[in-house]
């Protein structure tokens, strides 16, 4: 089988969306099925040592945000187009924006199924997006353009349980299977914490509270800031460490200033994924998080994976992985109440190191190689309900498999 992703962002971008579909194509490819990733470039080349079967599409700037970049879309449907010439079962789209009516199109064009996954809390994304928009217009437009582009497809992945009961709230109709990406192997291999604690000038018995993920105003990381401030009022010792970037990045930094907690909150911008983040979780003591729009939370369960204590809100995604159990401290939205349940796991360390063993075997159960199977049989299954109607039939021939060259617009 073979199959075309598309999507508006991938790496060297980081966040959730380009870490699940390096993921799901990692371990498709082990359960047989094979990839192509349509996705932006970031550089007037592809980057040195690009990922086999990537390709590149020419992008601008997007306005108000110096990491993502917009597609071009003459570019794109070129790149579509030389893409015609290939043979593909089916196409899967990771994307709302302009991947989405690429993808729709060229499965159109080549009657085979279109699937998506929907990783974007479009509502809330749009709130922060376009601040002046009135939010109950912006929310009636986001569930409105939920539903035309999810009308459109032959199934909607959702990534948690509750995100499929928001798009049935929303009024979309069509399949949704809840298949969350999952952890890959080597996230469960042990970061080396003193290590990380020696490189960044980190006391070995200082207590350290991570939060990993973007910098942006949707992740409510004010909030926990705020919490912080309330920890500090009994653990002075404590600092926080924000691991990410993103355009909230510099307001952030001066309400720390503001709140007098700056020299104890480090801004410590990306880390390598192969073992810098490892080591990073491995680092510290609780991992924190408040966000209010995820999908699924993969950042939860890369701290779980390493046996890390969770303190956090449970929204969305997250709540669909923090259950009884799993190693985390359900918190309330007050920073007080918030913060005095990071103090409970700092003043406790027999009580941290029960919930850290919860926390490594609970994340086992998470393996991103039983989600792809789980996703590869959806296809199967699309497959088998479209082929009486002519679509693999009357697919092209399968020609050559080489990565079409990028158009340059």
């Keep these: 089988m073979r199959v075309l992703f598309v999507s508006d962002v991938y790496f060297p971008r980081v966040n959730g969306v380009s870490t699940s579909i390096r993921t799901v194509r990692a371990d498709l490819a082990a359960a047989g099925v094979d990839t192509r990733l349509v996705a932006p470039s970031y550089a007037a080349a592809a980057p040195p040592g690009d990922e086999a079967g990537?390709?590149?599409?020419?992008?601008g700037r997007v306005p108000r945000d110096p990491e993502d970049r917009r597609i071009k879309f003459g570019a794109l449907r070129r790149s579509m187009a030389l893409l015609e010439q290939q043979h593909f079962d089916l196409v899967h789209v990771h994307t709302?924006?302009?991947?989405?009516?690429?993808?729709?199109?060229f499965a159109r064009r080549r009657r085979i199924p279109v699937i998506?996954?929907?990783?974007?809390?479009?509502?809330?994304?749009?709130?922060?997006?376009?601040?002046?928009?009135?939010?109950p217009m912006g929310r009636a437009l986001a569930r409105r353009f939920t539903r035309a582009q999810c009308a459109q497809l032959a199934a909607v992945?959702?990534?948690?349980?509750?995100?499929?009961?928001?798009?049935?709230e929303y009024g979309v109709a069509a399949r949704i299977e809840v298949i969350p990406t999952g952890l890959p192997a080597d996230r469960y291999l042990p970061g080396d914490g003193a290590r990380f604690r020696q490189a960044f000038g980190i006391a070995a018995d200082r207590p350290l509270l991570l939060y990993v993920g973007r910098v942006a105003y949707e992740k409510n990381i004010e909030f926990l800031l705020q919490a912080f401030v309330?920890?500090?009022?009994?653990?002075?010792?404590?600092?926080?460490?924000i691991a990410g970037e993103g355009p909230a990045r510099g307001r952030l930094q001066a309400l720390a200033t503001q709140l007098g907690i700056?020299?104890?909150?480090?801004?410590?911008?990306?880390?390598?994924r192969e073992r810098g983040l490892a080591d990073c979780y491995a680092a510290a003591d609780v991992f924190v998080f408040a966000s209010r729009t995820e999908t699924q939370g993969l950042v939860l369960l890369e701290a779980l994976a390493q046996g890390r204590p969770v303190v956090s809100t449970a929204h969305l995604g997250t709540a669909s992985i923090l259950r009884a159990g799993?190693?985390?401290?359900?918190?309330?939205?007050?920073?007080?109440a918030f913060g005095q349940a990071i103090a409970d796991i700092l003043d406790d360390p027999a009580r941290a190191a029960q919930l850290s063993e919860q926390a490594r075997a609970y994340a086992r159960g998470w393996a991103s190689s039983h989600m792809a199977e789980r996703l590869a049989q959806l296809y199967?299954?699309?497959l088998d309900r479209h082929a009486p109607a002519g679509s693999v039939a009357a697919a092209p021939p399968a020609q050559s498999h080489a990565v079409a060259a990028d158009p340059r617009s």
């Design 380 to 382: 199967r299954e699309l």
């Design 54 to 59: 990537v390709i590149r599409v020419p992008s």
């Design 262 to 272: 700056a020299q104890d909150v480090h801004f410590i911008g990306y880390l390598d």
């Design 326 to 336: 799993c190693g985390a401290i359900v918190a309330p939205e007050k920073a007080d």
């Design 96 to 105: 709302p924006f302009v991947a989405h009516y690429a993808g729709v199109r």
């Design 157 to 168: 992945v959702a990534p948690s349980e509750p995100m499929r009961a928001l798009l049935r």
């Design 230 to 241: 309330a920890l500090r009022r009994t653990r002075a010792d404590a600092m926080l460490a």
């Design 116 to 135: 998506a996954t929907y990783h974007t809390f479009f509502e809330e994304y749009l709130h922060h997006s376009v601040p002046l928009l009135p939010r």
